[in-house]
Nanobody, 126 residues
Framework: QVQLVESGGGLVQAGDSLRLSCAAS????????MGWFRQAPGKEREFVAA????????YGADSVKGRFTISRDDANNTVYLQMNSLKPEDTAVYYC???????????????????WGQGTQVTVSS
């Protein structure tokens, strides 16, 4: 089993930055492919960014390119989502997800991931 705990959410103004963290624990945490998703009220959960277990492959949704960066610190079993130039439309609950298959190319669909965190709220005011 893998446990994921997100932190770092909050209320910010448009243009501000936030860094979300996702701490992973359990078996082979360092071999996990990690992703971030978000879900706004009344909308489906959507892909934000993902990073392979090696860190060699990472990408993000078009809506966050140039503003959000995903990274990982395997020494601390933690994945980060640095969010800059935040917009009101970024408001959502952000979820960390993990896949234990060690694929070189991270997936971008919710069904591809095996484990999920409880989510952290990000609210961006205009």
């Amino acid at each position: 089993q893998v446990q994921l705990v997100e932190s770092g959410g909050g209320l910010v103004q448009a243009g501000d930055s936030l860094r979300l963290s996702c701490a992973a624990s359990g078996r082979t945490a360092s071999r996990l492919t990690m992703g971030w998703f978000r879900q706004a009220p009344g909308k489906e959960r959507e892909f934000v960014a993902a990073i392979s277990w090696s860190g060699g492959s990472r990408y993000g949704a078009d809506s966050v390119k140039g503003r959000f960066t995903i990274s990982r610190d395997d020494a601390n079993n933690t994945v980060y989502l640095q969010m800059n130039s935040l917009k009101p439309e970024d408001t959502a609950v952000y979820y960390c997800a993990a896949n234990s298959g060690a694929s070189p190319r991270p997936g971008s669909t919710t069904g591809w991931y095996d484990y999920w965190g409880q989510g952290t709220q990000v609210t961006v005011s205009s």
